[in-house]
């Protein structure tokens, strides 16, 4: 997926100063309590900055700025939506001028090389925000045939101050993913960066305002989940909110919801994606994809192919390759063109994935590369590989966001897919086979709410994503995207002129019955 | 109407049936009740505990008979054959979606061929007054279910235009085991809300009706066996909310709940949702609707309108226009007007002919009423008629109207859920706005002016996921109907009610060159 000529990226640019406050009503604000938390660079695990901490106080702050702009009559609601749909396309453009800038702080805040960060997220970026823009004014709602003497419409309105909380693998395109049709549609939001990376949404804070959205439409508010989040997520006034992160914290925020005012809410959370490969398969490519689909982004992928099948009689050489592939793994500081992988996020993470290492090893997986940190400094990880894993071993089971890769055996199509399914995710699969029948009853048969078939992690703007079971609820992307972010109403208007048709009709003389549904 | 499920019938003889008051039958005189127990894969069951709960007339508060109690044990077992039923190669799995419709239509067959039983069931146990039950409730249902049916195969996914050497495209999958909890009010009505859409996109399904109104469900169940759906596609287990219905809102291996009820439940379904498996949730929750009158509409009609949309099944819809809007200049008359219509009423017995309104369903409902009802006196609204119980059996109350509501009263901020209108003055477009979206319900909403200009204003402004404008209550399966804030999460009817009921799955397949 992944153009290995660089020669066109633009220079990382020198970071001297980061935006690092509250961004409400298009104004900058230190935080009600004057508390600031630090950012650290993964890659060296030295602060950045310090960053003004968002806290209920703040949140509420926010909501506000954020109701008002959408009150009844404000710029906001009074705007055509072309004209919505031609801010998005600003917006995109000025994240465009600023592209090696974004691109150098993304990388030295969440640690992904700086190729990828320029190639992949900011390119989504864009695309995304273009999508969208061009949604704005092709939403439509429907003229619909009701029975009787009735005309009847649907609008497709804006729900109202929407929450959108984000997490720290992809924080430029999560943002992407959850402005552009929030502000397609016309809706206002509060946004809560992860305390991790919250750099690159800051500075996209400024160019919103350059682009020339009205103060309040977008509001970003950095801090932690258990205090601006959860301020968010039970807010009686915030009407929706979208949350990409782990499921434990899905089910926090459904709670909230229920307990409080019912927002809507759409989640996209964990999962442990299988990646279902056929001996029939391409082995050169379904190694490599197999290897992308863990290993990109230091395996901080929700989507990450974390339970690789193969099937038996290729699975002796699959897995030769893949060790093969995981040892040729470059390793290394991010601004360097040449590295494949940076650090781990921050060192919980870094913990919690040598952690699963250990527990691999114990329950009886086999090692058969890397296992252990990769640098004595910065939270680096080996590209780690464990064969002969089976499905009841904790790193078969659960999520463990890192470069660790599970290989397991299958024989047959039925058992696999039983396998396959037996999780409580339901994210992603893919499937490896040059047989249509195959390809046409694996993708039929996985629950999940993305299959790819002979290739991994294709995401296009285009084509929805979300989970099934405790992956998530809701779809982002695509026009299916659209549906989270818009409140249906049905607009039935009597028609007059007809008289001879009536609506409530009479059952004796002095009664009437309504015309309801009969 | 009523009688067009023929499709052909003559227009002069369609006419004809909407005006004649012979079309609709008298009630049965004799009737037996026939299914009391737990319908789980096509058969009949005790409940596990071997309890049973009592099912009232609420015109005479007398017994009908007892129906086995469902409880967790009831509902794990219902789950574990919907859970099968929806297997990887099943009947129902491997069904083609166009016989899926087909059995949908049968369905509605079987509903149209038992009618009239239903419809007195209905009345009976709903105190619905039977000439609503048999057009709306029974027309009603069989509309939906076969609006639905022709949905089974027409449920179309896309093929996508994603970037790069890739063909996507998107299939639109049943979510699985949906738990679907319905009210009293509309016992069939809601019941065949929840199938039609559940069951046209593949799903399978434990229903729980309402304790109160379980009879017809469980009709309707022998019905869908009857058509030939696959053992335990639609399982009912009848039983209590904190019981039964809390199973289902909490467990493990459904994937998906619909209620339809009190935003206090919903609340907890919500939460229960959120606590268990992040099962998707769609609600259909409380309302209080406002209903706005400009002083250039026409008053016959506005007043006919407003009062049927309050009085309506003794005022025991979730869509009640129970703030009513009046402007200042015509405020008088319009309540004189409303007044008088109101106490055209004849209570009684629901089965009789001469009588509009039947009892309200039970005495909970009842007591709470009447407290709302003496709220109003005491809080200084002005009662204009009714104010008490009628008669001295049975769960009656009189049609009753308050004037000189002011916002802050009890009555004009909770849900009554019986047949007490409020009605309100106001002066300007911009206060009669801020005054109806002042609430936590968005439901539903009325206007009524022959101005095009405030018509189009006031439906975009309003909070409500449905508004009528010189009409209330006109619903129909093609439109879709849900809630803004709390009174709701999703839409059900229409296209969009699809939506509920189906996973959207990506499909992105690797070619090796792509063309336009």
């Avoid at chain 1, 004057?34 to 703040?58: L, M, W």
């Avoid at chain 2, 909407?18 to 008298?26: M, N």
């Avoid at chain 2, 008669?391 to 009554?416: C, H, L, W």
């Amino acid at each position: 997926m992944l153009s290995r000529e660089t020669s066109w990226i633009s220079s990382p640019n020198h970071i001297s100063k980061c935006i690092k406050y509250i961004f409400i009503d298009n104004e900058w604000h230190d935080a009600v309590s004057k508390k600031t938390f630090a950012t650290i660079n993964p890659s060296t695990g030295e602060e950045i900055c310090q960053v003004a901490e968002g806290d209920k106080a703040d949140v509420d702050k926010a909501v506000k700025a954020a109701k008002n702009a959408f009150r009844l009559g404000s710029p906001w609601r009074k705007m055509d939506a072309s004209y919505r749909g031609a801010l998005l396309n600003r917006l995109a453009d000025l994240i465009e001028r600023d592209r090696a800038y974004l691109a150098t702080l993304e990388t030295l805040d969440n640690g992904k090389p700086y190729a990828i960060s320029y190639l992949v997220d900011l390119d989504m970026v864009l695309k995304c925000l273009r999508y969208y823009a061009g949604w704005a004014d092709k939403y439509h709602g429907k003229t619909i045939p009701i029975d009787g003497d009735f005309f009847s419409y649907t609008r497709h309105e804006p729900i109202g101050v929407c929450a959108q909380i984000i997490p720290w693998n992809f924080p430029l395109l999560m943002q992407a993913w959850k402005l552009g049709p929030a502000l397609a549609t016309g809706n206002v939001v509060v946004m809560k960066v992860a305390e991790q990376t919250p750099l690159t949404a800051l500075y996209v804070a400024n160019l919103i305002k350059e682009a020339g959205f009205p103060p309040g439409v977008v509001n970003i508010v950095p801090g932690f989940g258990p205090t601006a989040g959860a301020a968010l997520a039970s807010h009686m006034e915030v009407d929706k909110v979208a949350f990409t992160g782990s499921t434990e914290v899905g089910h926090l925020i459904q709670v909230a919801a229920g307990k409080s005012n019912l927002k809507r809410v759409t989640l996209e959370l964990g999962g442990k994606s299988p990646n279902i490969i056929m001996s029939d398969a391409d082995l050169d490519w379904a190694v490599e994809q197999a290897h992308f689909a863990l290993f990109f982004n230091q395996g901080q992928c929700c989507c990450a192919g974390s339970r690789t099948f193969v099937q038996e009689d290729i699975y002796p050489e699959f897995v030769e390759r893949s060790v093969a592939r995981a040892k040729a793994r470059v390793v290394g500081n991010p601004f360097d063109s040449r590295t494949e992988q940076g650090p781990q996020v921050d060192e919980e993470q870094f913990k919690k994935i040598l952690g699963y290492i250990n527990l691999g090893k114990k329950e009886g997986a086999k090692l058969l590369c890397g296992g252990g940190p990769a640098a004595d400094r910065g939270f680096f990880v080996q590209p780690t590989i464990f064969g002969d894993v089976k499905d009841n071993m904790t790193i078969a089971s659960e999520e463990i966001f890192g470069p660790v890769m599970q290989i397991m055996k299958f024989k047959t199509i039925e058992e696999v897919v039983e396998r396959a399914n037996d999780s409580k995710y339901g994210l992603a699969a893919a499937v490896f086979t040059r047989d249509l029948d195959k390809a046409n009853y694996l993708s039929q048969a996985l629950q999940a709410g993305t299959v790819w078939i002979n290739c991994y992690d294709v995401f296009g703007a285009q084509s929805p994503f979300g989970g099934y079971k405790m992956s998530g609820n809701g779809r982002e992307l695509g026009e299916y995207g659209l549906q989270a972010y818009t409140e249906v109403k049905t607009v039935s208007i009597r028609n007059y002129p007809q008289q001879n048709i009536c609506v409530f009709f009479p059952i004796s003389p002095s009664r009437f019955v309504i015309f309801f549904m009969s | 109407m009523a009688t067009n499920e023929g499709q052909k019938i003559p227009e002069e003889e369609q006419t004809a049936a909407k005006l004649g008051e012979g079309t609709i039958p008298a009630p049965l005189k004799e009737w037996k009740i026939q299914y009391t127990k737990i319908f789980i894969n096509n058969e009949w069951h005790n409940s596990l505990s071997g309890k049973k709960f009592p099912v009232f007339n609420p015109a005479n508060e007398e017994k009908i008979c007892e129906v086995e109690e469902g409880d967790k044990e009831d509902v794990d077992k219902a789950v574990k054959a919907a859970r099968s039923a929806f297997q990887i190669g099943s009947p129902w799995r491997t069904m083609d979606a166009s016989e899926r419709g087909r059995l949908l239509n049968r369905l509605a067959d079987l509903i149209e061929r038992d009618r009239l039983l239903l419809a007195t069931l209905e009345s009976v146990n709903g105190g619905k007054v039977f000439s609503n039950a048999y057009l709306m409730d029974l027309g009603g249902c069989v509309k939906i279910l076969r609006y639905f049916a022709s949905w089974a195969d027409k449920n179309q996914g896309r093929t996508i235009p994603i970037d790069g050497k890739y063909f996507s495209y998107t299939r639109h999958e049943p979510v699985g085991v949906c738990g679907q909890i319905i009210p009293w009010n509309f016992p069939l009505l809601m019941l065949a809300w929840k199938l039609g859409p559940a069951l046209c996109c593949g799903n399978t399904v434990v229903v729980k009706p309402a304790e109160q109104t379980p009879l017809t469900a469980l009709h309707v169940a022998s019905l869908v066996k009857e058509a030939g759906f696959p053992p335990g596609v639609v399982n009912i287990v009848p039983g209590y909310g904190p019981t039964a219905g809390e199973a289902i809102s909490s467990h493990m291996n459904i994937d998906k709940v619909a209620f339809t009820g009190s935003t206090e439940v919903g609340l907890r379904i919500k939460e229960a949702a959120g606590k268990s498996n992040l099962k998707r949730v769609s609600l259909e929750l409380g309302g209080k609707s406002p209903c706005i009158v400009f002083a250039d509409s026409d008053m016959d009609t506005a007043v006919e309108f407003a009062h049927q949309g309050l009085f309506i099944h003794q005022g025991q819809t979730c869509t009640a226009a129970s703030r009513l809007f009046v402007e200042e200049s015509i405020y008088n008359e319009f309540v004189r007007r409303s007044v008088e219509r109101a106490k055209k009423y004849v209570l009684g017995n629901p089965l009789n002919q001469e009588v509009q309104q039947g009892p309200q369903i039970d005495k909970e409902q009842y007591t709470k009423i009447l407290d709302l009802i003496e709220s109003g006196k005491k809080e200084g609204a002005k009662l204009e008629c009714g104010g008490g119980p009628s008669g001295n059996k049975g769960y009656f109350i009189q049609p009753t109207v308050f004037s000189n509501v002011t916002d802050e009263m009890r009555i004009a901020k909770e849900e009554i859920f019986g047949p007490v209108q409020q009605i309100m003055k106001f002066k300007t477009i911009d206060e009669v706005i801020k005054r109806a979206n002042n609430t936590h319900y968005g439901l539903a909403a009325g206007i009524f002016t022959k101005d095009l200009d405030k018509a189009l204003t006031i439906s975009s402004a309003l909070q409500a996921g449905t508004v009528w404008v010189n009409c209330y209550g006109s619903f129909s399966p093609q439109t879709p109907f849900g809630g803004f804030k709390m009174s709701g999460n999703g839409r059900e009817m229409g296209e969009y009610g699809l939506h509920e009921y189906l996973e959207v799955k990506t499909v992105t397949v690797k070619i090796s060159e792509k063309n336009s």
